[in-house]
């Protein structure tokens, strides 16, 4: 039976069938090996992190993933044996995969590295797409399809920004990795359907952007996303989506925060000053849900069914 080896799939990383070896360089190899900075390990570390993540998974199929560590000694008496190979990151891979096909020589290998460095992955740039979600009678309908003002969405994501008590503003680390996070707002408004796919497009756009260098400081919400008309009359659930962007620990609390109680009066006041660009002004205390982007169809149901059975509409327009 033939067996498949991969090599140059990762600097420092090869696959044999099932297994796949990815060396784990320790600061001074790496900057032997690559040169660079600090900062650059750290990034390394994270894409690394980012490469295996697939095969954990198994999104490639059954892959059992062996990290082993960088032991420049027992690589060179392995070269040593096999003329002809250099010093670089793909015969890396080879050793590696060689340790791992050995238990007793990859816990040999353990042994002489018993911490091995983690990827900062608190760090790591990432943008998570949410949403200020409200049911409005369907004669507001006409007013969604709009884009907002850039100045709109600004002053709604600053309102939801000044809640997020003790986390610093968005500071750029390196193409991979940031400090703090900043709220970034959409032109527009959308319904539930396809809302989980505007998610997708809207986290790429942004983490592609800041991979480029910039942060950008507004997404603009496709038409066929849209909230569409209703013909029949009743209500209909729209949201404001906007993006959570930064290091993805303080993505993390930056949500918790949001789907907490104690952010309910920003939040309705970020959704009035969005809706009101709009020309629809909602009363006060007109219930408002943060959640995320990608959940809004699942709860689209739910939102509907809480909706109040007035004849006057709670908003003017």
């Given at each position: 039976m033939?067996?498949?080896?991969?090599?140059?799939?990762?600097?420092?990383?090869?696959?044999?069938?099932?297994?796949?070896?990815?060396v784990?360089?320790?600061?001074?190899?790496?900057?032997?090996?690559?040169?660079g900075?600090?900062?650059?390990?750290?990034?390394?570390?994270?894409?690394?992190?980012?490469f295996?993540?697939?095969?954990?998974?198994?999104e490639?199929?059954?892959?059992?993933?062996?990290?082993?560590?960088?032991?420049r000694?027992?690589?060179?008496?392995?070269?040593?044996?096999?003329?002809?190979?250099?010093?670089?990151?793909?015969?890396?891979?080879?050793?590696?995969?060689?340790?791992?096909?050995?238990?007793?020589?990859?816990?040999?290998?353990?042994?002489l590295?018993?911490?091995?460095?983690?990827?900062p992955?608190?760090s790591?740039?990432?943008?998570?797409?949410?949403?200020?979600?409200?049911?409005l009678p369907?004669?507001?309908?006409?007013?969604?399809?709009?884009?907002?003002?850039?100045?709109a969405?600004?002053?709604?994501?600053?309102?939801?920004?000044?809640?997020?008590?003790?986390?610093?503003?968005?500071?750029?680390?390196?193409?991979?990795?940031?400090?703090?996070?900043?709220?970034?707002?959409a032109l527009?408004?959308?319904?539930?359907?396809?809302?989980?796919?505007l998610?997708?497009?809207?986290?790429?756009?942004?983490?592609?952007?800041?991979?480029k260098?910039?942060?950008l400081?507004?997404v603009?919400?496709?038409?066929r996303?849209?909230?569409?008309?209703?013909?029949?009359?009743g209500?209909?659930?729209?949201?404001w989506?906007?993006?959570?962007?930064?290091?993805?620990?303080?993505?993390?609390?930056?949500?918790?925060?949001?789907?907490?109680?104690?952010?309910?009066?920003?939040?309705?006041?970020?959704?009035?000053?969005?809706?009101?660009?709009?020309?629809?002004?909602?009363?006060p205390?007109?219930?408002?849900?943060?959640?995320?982007?990608?959940?809004?169809?699942?709860?689209?149901?739910r939102?509907?069914?809480?909706?109040?059975?007035?004849?006057?509409w709670?908003?003017?327009?």
């Amino acid at each position: 039976m033939r067996r498949m080896v991969s090599f140059g799939i990762f600097p420092g990383a090869a696959r044999r069938d099932s297994l796949l070896a990815a060396v784990v360089y320790g600061p001074e190899e790496y900057a032997r090996v690559f040169g660079g900075n600090p900062d650059g390990y750290q990034d390394f570390l994270i894409r690394q992190e980012e490469f295996l993540r697939p095969a954990y998974a198994g999104e490639r199929g059954p892959v059992r993933v062996k990290r082993v560590p960088f032991v420049r000694a027992e690589f060179e008496r392995w070269v040593a044996r096999h003329p002809g190979l250099g010093d670089t990151p793909d015969v890396h891979g080879a050793w590696a995969l060689e340790v791992a096909s050995d238990p007793a020589w990859l816990r040999d290998v353990e042994r002489l590295t018993p911490v091995i460095p983690r990827a900062p992955v608190e760090s790591r740039f990432l943008a998570e797409g949410w949403c200020l979600a409200v049911t409005l009678p369907s004669p507001c309908d006409w007013a969604m399809g709009a884009a907002l003002p850039v100045d709109a969405a600004e002053d709604a994501g600053r309102l939801l920004k000044g809640v997020l008590k003790g986390c610093p503003s968005l500071s750029r680390l390196s193409p991979v990795r940031a400090s703090g996070v900043e709220v970034v707002g959409a032109l527009g408004f959308c319904g539930p359907e396809g809302a989980d796919m505007l998610c997708v497009e809207l986290e790429g756009r942004v983490e592609l952007a800041w991979l480029k260098g910039e942060l950008l400081p507004a997404v603009h919400v496709p038409r066929r996303f849209r909230p569409g008309v209703s013909r029949d009359g009743g209500w209909s659930v729209v949201a404001w989506p906007f993006l959570l962007a930064g290091a993805a620990g303080d993505v993390l609390y930056a949500g918790q925060v949001l789907a907490g109680e104690e952010a309910a009066d920003a939040e309705e006041l970020a959704m009035a000053a969005v809706l009101g660009a709009a020309g629809v002004e909602p009363d006060p205390g007109w219930p408002v849900r943060c959640l995320p982007l990608q959940d809004l169809s699942a709860v689209a149901g739910r939102l509907l069914a809480q909706a109040p059975e007035e004849e006057e509409w709670p908003v003017r327009f």
